[in-house]
C-alpha cells in the first residue's frame, strides 16, 4: 500500500472497484480528517479549557473558510471534469484540464494566505498563531484541490493512505505541542505541515495551454465558490460568529459541539465528491435515466443511514461530551441537538444537489444560489433575531441549511419527477421523534442505561422500517 501513495496519483484511469468501493474509500479518507479535528478539540480542551479551546478552532475555522473562497472549488471542478475527461480519453487534453485547474489553485492560495495572516495578527495580536494560520490556509486550499483529483480519477484508496500518514504525523505533533504547553493556534502547526505535505504528493501530471472547457470549468469554479462559502463556509463562518458574540466558556462548549458535527458533515462531503463523478458521467453519455436513478437510490439509503447516525448522536449527546471534554463543557449537548438539524439536512440533500450542478450550467447556478439564499437567512437571524445567546447563532446555522437544501430537492424533484415524497414524510417523522425523546429525557433526566435503551429501541425500529433500503447497502 505504501507504494500505491508514493507512485504519482494516474489521473488517466480509475482504480480498481466500482462506486461503492470508491464511497469506502473517500468516507474512511474524510472520517480520518474528522477524527483527527475531534482528537484535536478534545486534547485542547481538556489540557488547556474551554477558552483555549474556542480560540484554536475558532484560527481552524478562519483558514478554513479562506481556503474555501476558490481553492475547495477547484477541488470540485477536479473531481467533475477530470472524470469527465477520463471518460473522453484523450489523455493530452485531460492534462491541460489539470494544469488549468492547478494554476488556479496555486494563484488563489498564495493571495488567501496573507490574509489568515493579517486577520489573526490585528484581531488576536498573535504573531506565531498568525503565521501558523498562513501556513494552514495554503495547506486545507492545496489538500482540497488533492480531494478533487483523487476522487474525480478515482483513485482515493491513494489518498486514503496519504491522509492516514499525515493525519497521524499532525496529531502526533500537535499532542506534543499542546503537553509542553501550547495552547494557542500555533498547536495547529503540525496540521498544517502534515496538509502541506499532503498537497505535495498530491499535485497531478499537467500540461500548459488551456484546454477546450477552460470557460466552463472557470464558470463552474466561479459559482461553486460562491455556493460552497455559503454552505460549507457557513460551518467555518457559525464558528467566527460565536467567538464574536458568546463569552469565551460558551465559546469553548459551542465549539465541542461543532467538533461533534464535523464527523457527519464529512460523512456528506464524502458522498458529494463520490456521487458527482458519477452522476457526472452519467449525464455525460446521455444516460438521464440512470443518473436519476443513482440520485433516487441515493437519497433514500442517506435518509436511511444519517437518520441512525445523527439521531443517535443526540440522544447520546451528554454522555459523550462528558466523555471526551468533562463537565466544564456541558452546554455543548444542547447546543449540539439544535446544531445537527441543518447537517442532517444538507447530508440527504447530497444526491440532489449532485444531480443539479452535474448536468448544466443553470444548474450549477442554481446550487450556488439557493445557498447564498441560506446564507443570507443565517446572518439576518444573527443579526435581527430577539434570541439571546448560543441559541441564536445555531438556529440561524441550522435554518439556513434547512433551506438550502429544500430549494435543491424540490428543483431536482420537479425536473425529474422523482418518486420520493414518502421519503421525506419519512425523514420528518425520524427528526420528530427524536426531538420528542431528547424533550423528554432532559425533562425526566434519563440515567445513561435508560437512554441508551431507548435509542436502541429507537433504531431497531427505524432499521426494520428501512429494510429494503438498508439490505442491499449491508450486501454490498
Request: charged share 15%.
Amino acid at each position: 500500500m505504501t507504494s500505491v501513495a508514493l507512485r504519482r496519483v494516474d489521473i488517466d484511469r480509475p482504480e480498481t472497484g466500482g462506486p461503492r468501493a470508491r464511497t469506502i474509500y473517500s468516507t474512511g479518507s474524510l472520517a480520518i480528517q474528522g477524527i483527527v479535528r475531534l482528537a484535536i478539540s478534545v486534547i485542547v480542551g481538556r489540557l488547556a479549557g474551554p477558552e483555549a479551546l474556542g480560540q484554536v478552532m475558532t484560527g481552524l475555522s478562519v483558514a478554513s473558510l479562506l481556503s474555501l473562497l476558490w481553492p475547495s472549488a477547484t477541488g470540485a471542478a477536479a473531481s467533475r471534469f477530470v472524470a469527465a475527461g477520463q471518460e473522453i480519453g484523450d489523455a493530452e487534453e485531460l492534462r491541460r484540464v489539470t494544469g488549468h485547474l492547478s494554476r488556479r489553485t496555486l494563484v488563489a492560495s498564495l493571495a488567501l494566505a496573507p490574509a489568515a495572516v493579517l486577520y489573526w495578527a490585528l484581531t488576536h495580536h498573535d504573531l506565531l498563531g498568525a503565521a501558523v494560520l498562513g501556513l494552514l490556509t495554503l495547506g486545507l486550499g492545496g489538500y482540497a484541490y488533492a480531494r478533487g483529483v483523487h476522487t474525480g480519477a478515482r483513485q482515493v484508496r491513494r489518498l486514503v493512505i496519504l491522509d492516514l500518514a499525515g493525519s497521524l504525523l499532525g496529531l502526533a505533533g500537535t499532542v506534543a505541542l499542546a503537553a509542553t504547553g501550547v495552547h494557542s493556534v500555533a498547536v495547529l502547526a503540525p496540521l498544517a505541515v502534515a496538509y502541506l505535505a499532503i498537497t505535495a504528493t498530491s499535485w497531478p501530471p499537467a500540461r500548459s495551454g488551456a484546454p477546450g472547457n477552460a470557460s466552463e470549468m472557470d464558470h463552474f469554479v466561479r459559482w461553486s465558490t460562491l455556493g460552497t462559502v455559503a454552505s460549507a463556509g457557513l460551518m467555518q463562518m457559525v464558528m467566527v460568529v460565536a467567538a464574536h458574540k458568546l463569552d469565551g466558556p460558551t465559546t469553548g462548549a459551542f465549539a465541542a459541539a461543532l467538533n461533534l458535527i464535523s464527523p457527519a458533515a464529512l460523512l456528506a462531503n464524502s458522498f458529494a465528491l463520490v456521487l458527482t463523478p458519477d452522476i457526472a458521467a452519467a449525464f455525460g453519455r446521455g444516460d438521464k435515466r440512470g443518473a436519476v436513478e443513482t440520485v433516487r437510490r441515493s437519497t433514500e439509503a442517506l435518509v436511511a443511514v444519517m437518520v441512525v447516525i445523527f439521531g443517535s448522536a443526540v440522544l447520546l449527546a451528554p454522555w459523550i461530551v462528558l466523555i471526551l471534554w468533562g463537565s466544564a463543557f456541558h452546554t455543548a449537548s444542547s447546543i449540539f441537538a439544535l446544531l445537527s438539524i441543518g447537517p442532517l439536512a444538507r447530508a440527504v440533500a447530497v444526491p440532489a444537489v449532485s444531480s443539479l450542478s452535474s448536468r448544466d450550467r443553470k444548474g450549477v447556478e442554481h446550487a450556488a444560489t439557493s445557498t447564498i439564499a441560506g446564507l443570507v437567512l443565517a446572518l439576518a437571524i444573527w443579526w435581527v433575531a430577539p434570541l439571546q445567546g448560543w441559541m441564536v447563532v445555531a438556529l440561524g446555522f441550522s435554518l439556513a441549511m434547512v433551506l438550502t437544501a429544500a430549494q435543491n430537492v424540490v428543483r431536482a424533484w420537479r425536473l425529474d419527477a422523482h418518486r420520493w415524497g414518502a421519503t421525506w414524510v419519512r425523514l420528518l417523522l425520524g427528526v420528530v421523534a427524536v426531538g420528542t425523546a431528547t424533550a423528554v429525557r432532559d425533562e425526566q433526566d434519563w440515567p445513561l442505561a435508560m437512554t441508551l435503551l431507548v435509542t436502541a429501541v429507537m433504531v431497531g425500529l427505524w432499521v426494520v422500517a428501512h429494510r429494503k433500503v438498508l439490505t442491499p447497502l449491508l450486501r454490498r
